[in-house]
């Protein structure tokens, strides 16, 4: 009998202890309304519904960020970029895996706890790898989306598939890559398709049952405002995905939205009109997906700017007044500042080299100058940056994004036919190098050796100050780079990049402060979560996800 | 063939050579290149290159050897699903099938193919090619290796390098000149670099990696080592005619 006491007694310590972290406690709508309350938790895509990837932690900070070390390593098993964003709920990690698996992990250790694999239909197609960016979390279940257009919702604890909502059809090549954005009652998608002539929409469904409760197109069908821009049929197959997760104002009851590319990609000359609301910001009521709001980035687009970045939202004394504000470094070229409450348009000013529009009028409406035919357009096909999640920081009051320096495509324009279901695309493009054949920067980067150097282009880290529209600072990066931000309250601020670079970076000043090479391209946003009283951080490079914290 | 002098169109390259002349048209290249922009290039990249071991623009692949193997993949796709299944129709899966062939050059640009031997020849003689390029083990490594130009290089790509090399140098092998703190000075030539670190193989044929941190001065010479050859036009075709049959083992 004697062993088995001091046993029950260190049991019941166990269990006291772990009551605070490891609870089984709801995930409410509440707690992720006020997500900055509980800032060892990671609780959406963008660590709140603001966006603004800035985490109250400040543990690690400038002085010991030197003794931050490996604590585990959780490897992917499938090929390909990890685009995933982690979400973190009381010491559990949810990760998915391509192409649509969940994981909930240990966040401690890095074991995994169960793991769900979704099985796609055979048809099911994207434009550009089987990626998939994440889950939400709401109560006792866990949303993803998936490749061939659907909404899963499965048990948190167990990770039973409890159910499955048709998002969209995949025949005709809807998909849904972003992590779903969970608000109330409902959980909120848009979808992905945009090269393959699909009509945009955002929808959302109900939490619990998965009735889909709304559903609002991108692009106006007839009688609906702004239909007129747009001829023809040509808005029945007109693009205008959105396949980025949103943001949320509580106190506005809107939700923002990305909106991507019109179809065919490259032909404007194919689908005259402005071709609303695509490469738009727009505000949809919460409750019941109305638009209320939307601004047009790039009128009648021939360039694929789609205006897929996180819709970032700070509260801020704006050149002299309190304002709310919508922060947005778009694919074209600008960065803008609006006024979220109605869409105004306050400020937009380029952060890279821009030719294809000369400037913005009083309206935010650009001036477009295209290039002649065999003529590099700045920036290039993949934009002066693109869907990789930025960092506001309330602490700095500096907007953080990666930008593309020095890029350039040629484009050409061609008639396509819409076929359902298939590339619809409308053209082609060619990244400009400095030699006629030389290697060019793609989507992701497979190769160890960059043979196409800066001279095809480069990273810049921008610390933008909405105040002035202008860079602080920059910090540059030899090869392009597709990492997000986070920032904290202790002013650091971590990225990484296509090279494999963790980066740890004085958010105030620029300055490299600690850094580690993981090997595999970074194309996703670091998070930051504590469990226990210890800072951890996270992030994906290569098959590997990585976490940090500091040495014991 | 060899001996004759000839015109081969740009677009038909070195790897229509081994699938003979003539037998894709013009049009279905034309065509192939239209269908790559829209089907392939989002994954492959413009040149093809992007997919980690395969280079479609000179004929490297994973499992594809024949034209029918390129077809099947294109239409049923490969990789357990890492490369999508297109259903093309037969005669846009001839055209994508064309254009890689071609070496992604549907312009029809002719250059002068001339004669192998003499070639050689040149190479190693009057041309002073091989006093920096190395073909089959033979000479020095400081330039870039040979042996298998003629698979990743089209015939226009090679004339151009010995006609005008300033603005054919790819641009991850541009000379540098790096003074380390120890002040020693090293020439070379870049193989890889980021952006903390650099690594060359030195005028001595040592692999050196350096922390830029490290040194008092990086840099990148926007001209090549050598400048245009003051070779005739029938020797230059003589010499693209030789590089041309460097294919490798």
Redesign the interface.
């Known amino acids: 009998m004697k062993p088995i006491k001091p046993f029950i007694f260190i049991t019941c310590l166990i269990f006291s202890a772990a009551v605070s972290s490891f609870s089984n406690a709801q995930l409410s709508y509440e707690r992720i309304l006020n997500a900055q309350d509980e800032p060892q938790n990671w609780l959406t895509y963008n660590g709140g519904y603001m966006a603004q990837r800035h985490s109250l932690l400040d543990q690690i900070n400038k002085n010991n960020v030197d003794n931050l070390e490996l604590k585990w390593v959780l490897q992917n098993q499938v ?2 970029a990890w685009q995933s964003n982690p979400i973190v709920v009381d010491g559990i990690m949810y990760v998915t895996e391509r ?1 649509n698996s969940v994981m909930a992990v240990d966040a401690v250790t890095g074991r995994v706890f169960w793991k769900y694999r979704h099985q796609n239909a055979d048809n099911a ?1 994207v ?4 990626n998939n960016r994440g889950v939400a979390v709401l109560n006792d279940k866990v949303y993803m989306g998936t490749l061939d257009a659907h909404l899963v919702a499965l048990d948190r604890v167990n990770g039973q598939l409890l159910w499955t909502a048709e998002v969209g059809d995949v025949d005709l090549a809807y998909s849904v890559t972003m992590a779903p954005l969970a608000v109330k009652d409902k959980i909120m998608v848009g979808v992905g398709g945009g ?1 393959f002539g699909i009509r945009g929409y955002v929808a959302a469904f109900d939490a619990e049952t998965g009735e889909e409760a709304w559903k609002t197109y991108t692009i106006p069908g007839p009688g609906e405002p702004g239909h007129d821009s747009w001829e023809g049929d040509d808005w029945e197959h007109g693009g205008a995905p959105v396949w980025i997760t949103g943001s949320f104002d509580p106190e506005l009851n809107l939700t923002y939205w990305g909106v991507g590319n019109p179809g065919p990609d490259w032909n404007a000359g194919q689908r005259p009109g402005d071709n609303l609301y695509s490469d738009s910001a727009i505000a949809l009521n919460a409750d019941t997906g109305e638009l209320e709001w939307y601004f047009q980035f790039t009128p009648n687009d021939a360039y694929d700017y789609d205006s897929v970045q996180v819709p970032v939202l700070a509260d801020m004394v704006w050149r002299g007044e309190p304002k709310k504000l919508m922060l947005w470094a778009n694919r074209n070229g600008y960065f803008y500042v609006l006024d979220r409450t109605n869409g105004e348009f306050l400020e937009g000013k380029p952060y890279v080299q821009v030719n294809w529009s000369s400037g913005l009028d009083e309206n935010g409406r650009p001036i477009p100058t295209p290039q002649p035919e065999g003529m590099p357009t700045y920036p290039g096909n993949q934009g002066g940056t693109n869907w990789y999640p930025p960092s506001f920081s309330p602490s700095t009051g500096l907007f953080y994004f990666s930008a593309w320096e020095n890029y350039a495509t040629i484009y ?1 324009a ?1 008639e ?1 036919e819409y076929i359902p279901g298939r ?1 619809f ?1 409308g ?5 400009l ?8 920067i ?3 980067r ?8 800066d ?2 282009g480069y990273a810049a880290l921008k610390a933008m100050d909405p105040q002035t529209g202008e860079a602080v600072w920059s910090y ?4 392009v780079s597709d990492s997000g931000m986070l920032t904290t309250a202790s002013d650091l601020l971590f990225t990484g ?1 296509r ?1 494999g ?1 963790f980066h740890a970076i004085d958010a105030q000043s620029g300055d490299l402060l600690w ?1 580690v090479g993981l090997g595999g391209q970074i194309v996703m946003a670091p998070v930051t979560f504590m469990v226990n009283g210890v800072q951890y951080v996270s992030v994906i490079s290569g098959n590997s996800l990585s976490t940090f914290a500091l040495e014991d | 063939m060899v001996g004759a002098s000839l015109m081969l169109f740009v677009g038909s390259g070195s790897n229509a050579q081994e699938v003979g002349d003539h037998q894709y048209t013009t049009e279905a290249i034309e065509r192939g290149s239209r269908i790559y922009s829209r089907e392939c290039a989002l994954c492959h990249g413009p040149q093809g290159d992007i997919v980690d071991g395969v280079n479609l623009r000179s004929g490297v692949f994973k499992s594809v050897q024949s034209d029918e193997d390129l077809r099947q993949v294109v239409f049923s796709g490969a990789g357990q699903g890492q490369m999508p299944a297109f259903g093309l129709n037969d005669a846009d899966l001839s055209a994508i099938v064309a254009y890689i062939r071609a070496g992604f050059d549907p312009d029809g640009v002719a250059v002068r193919i001339g004669d192998p031997g003499r070639g050689q020849s040149l190479f190693q003689g009057k041309g002073e090619c091989a006093n920096c390029h190395r073909v089959n083990g033979i000479g020095p490594r400081t330039a870039p290796d040979l042996s298998e130009i003629g698979v990743i290089r089209t015939p226009a790509s090679l004339q151009r390098n010995l006609l005008d090399p300033a603005t054919a140098i790819l641009p991850i092998n541009r000379p540098v000149r790096i003074i380390t703190r120890g002040e020693e000075t090293v020439i070379g030539r870049r193989l890889n670099e980021d952006t903390y670190t650099v690594q060359v193989i030195d005028s001595e044929e040592r692999l050196r990696s350096f922390r830029k941190a490290d040194l008092v001065s990086y840099e990148i010479s926007m001209r090549p080592s050598k400048g245009p050859t003051a070779l005739s036009s029938d020797e230059v075709a003589d010499v693209v005619g030789y590089l041309l049959t460097l294919r490798g083992q």
Request: hydrophobic share 30%; aromatic share 10%.
């Open positions: 090929f390909g192409p197609l434009c550009c790898g089987a090269e050409r061609e396509s590339a695309l053209g082609g493009f060619s990244v190098a400095p030699s006629p054949g030389a290697p060019t793609g989507i992701g497979t190769n160890p050796i960059n043979n196409w150097t001279e095809v540059n990066q030899f090869d990049g090279e670079y850094n």
